[in-house]
């Protein structure tokens, strides 16, 4: 009987604002509340496979925040991959994440996602997919990790 390896990121958080606007001008703070992690679905231990989660996937993070009213953000994620584990050491127990894709009400711009709070200051359905990559020597498992959602006012 095959091994399921069970694959799940979470995305935690961390805000940085950046403004462009006069210094007498400053924008409010940005409240972040993720509504579902990222996951990902089983793998076959011992298979190699890349598996993808979309954007528009039930398994992408979803998130929604709000801010100033009508102002442009760019979401992005701070690490260009990260590694999730089970807990035990070595590389037979680490699932490289990368290749994050944005979409929901983020537009997709390679690498980010930009979108504008609306006239209540809110931003709702931010989604975030990514893709694991399984190694052929990965042990059997609940591997899970972090990585780090940014907002930046533009």
Known sequence: ???????????????????????????????????QALS?????????????????????????????????????VVESSVFMDNGGTGSSNTISIGSWTFGGSLTDVG?????????????SNMRIGATAVVEADDNPGFYQGTATMRLVYQ
């Open 1 to 35: 009987m095959s091994q399921i390896l069970m694959l799940m990121l979470k995305l935690f958080f961390t805000l940085i604002l950046l403004l462009n606007a006069p210094v007498v001008t400053y924008a409010g703070p940005i409240v972040i509340n993720e509504l």
């Open 40 to 76: 990902f679905s089983a793998a076959i231990a011992g298979v190699p496979a890349s598996i993808v989660t979309a954007p528009a996937d039930a398994n992408a993070a979803v998130f929604d925040a709000t801010g100033d009213i009508n102002l442009l953000l760019t979401a992005s």
């Open 111 to 123: 690498g980010s996602g930009t979108a504008s709070f609306d006239a209540l200051g809110v931003i």
